[in-house]
């Protein structure tokens, strides 16, 4: 069981936008640690896509957006590309742990 | 232009001990605030942070395999090692090792290598 909680798989139509939730808790996200998010193309390594919340690496297009309240985060994507599905994990860090967490990942279907 | 790879044993026995190497290049394992870390990801499942080496030699492991682990940087080799003790078939695995950088504060993995699957099994 993972420590961050994600949806195990959302859907959208091309050029929709879907949003993937991240939930986490005291010790993460809500003592204010930064949630980043990794993009994950089959038989891939993971790809850092938002950083801080909501900051783009170089490269990424800013169809991806990030945001971060209380306890959760969310990761939002617009304009749907078939290219887009991939497995997304979300990320913090966790002061009870005294380490770094994963989401369990949500796999992305482009309809 | 970061790079990593990792490298080791493609199959080991159960009760065995696992030697991972990580081997980067463009950026020093004596720099402020950088650090090297381990994930791995069973098939088919999701991604599981085991550990982390920081440039000043501090050290952070997954409590739940604490245990079992010890990471090691080699700075003039640009390396940094992994072994985990005492290997079972649920660790089977593609082990992955990244680079971070927390000077700013942020925590997050932005360079990964391509990864090598290890199976665990008789």
């Known amino acids: ?111 | 232009q970061i790079t990593l790879k990792e490298s080791g044993p493609t199959l080991v026995k159960p009760t065995q001990t696992l030697t991972l190497t990580c081997t980067f290049s463009g950026f020093s394992l004596s720099t402020s605030g950088v650090g090297v870390g381990w994930i791995r990801q069973p098939p088919g499942q999701a991604l599981e942070w085991l550990a982390l080496i920081y440039w000043n030699d501090d050290k952070l492991y997954s409590p739940s395999l604490k245990s079992r682990l010890t990471i090691t940087k080699d700075t003039s080799k640009n390396q940094v090692v992994l072994t985990m003790t005492n290997m079972d078939p649920v660790d089977t695995a593609t082990y992955y090792c990244a680079h971070t950088d927390d000077s700013s504060g942020d925590r997050y993995f932005d360079y990964w290598g391509q990864g090598t699957l290890v199976t665990v099994s008789s």
Not at chain 1, 8 to 25: H, Y
Not at chain 1, 84 to 93: H, I, P
């Open chain 1, 1 to 111: 069981q993972s420590v961050l909680t994600q949806p195990p798989s959302v859907s959208g139509a091309p050029g929709q936008r879907v949003t993937i939730s991240c939930t986490g808790s005291s010790s993460n996200i809500g003592a204010g640690y930064d949630v980043h998010w990794y993009q994950q193309l089959p038989g891939t390594a993971p790809k850092l896509l938002i950083y801080g919340s909501s900051n783009w690496p170089s490269g990424v297009p800013d169809r991806f957006s990030g945001s971060k309240s209380g306890t959760s985060a969310s990761l939002a994507i617009t304009g749907l590309q078939a290219e887009d599905e991939a497995d997304y994990y979300c990320q913090s860090y966790d002061s009870s742990l005294s380490g770094w967490v994963f989401g369990g990942g949500t796999k992305l279907t482009v309809l």
